[in-house]
């Protein structure tokens, strides 16, 4: 049985995001994005990531110590940001 403050604890997320349609400066922004998950990987927070074949849509599993350290790093995601891309689920396990 889970407890109720399960995921105040660390965790696995597994974030999955969707391309928006402005994506005019998508190039940059996502060289910048994969730089910015880069180093949460290098720094032990991101475990996997890749995308789906022939869609529009990625995802990326972290491990948070935290929801308010989950949702720090979607906020801090440069196409979160500029609106490049759209998270549209996250599913802790």
Request: a negative charge; glycine letters at 2%.
């Amino acid at each position: 049985m889970v407890h109720a403050s399960a995921y105040k604890d660390p965790h696995h997320v597994m974030l999955f995001f969707e391309e928006n349609s402005n994506t005019v400066q998508s190039h940059q922004c996502l060289s910048q994005r994969a730089n910015y998950y880069e180093n949460l990987k290098n720094n032990g927070k991101v475990v996997m990531s890749g995308s789906f074949w022939n869609q529009d849509k990625n995802f990326i599993i972290v491990y948070v110590s935290n929801d308010v350290e989950l949702e720090q790093i979607i906020e801090n995601d440069p196409a979160i940001q500029q609106n490049v891309l759209e998270l549209v689920r996250a599913m802790p396990f």
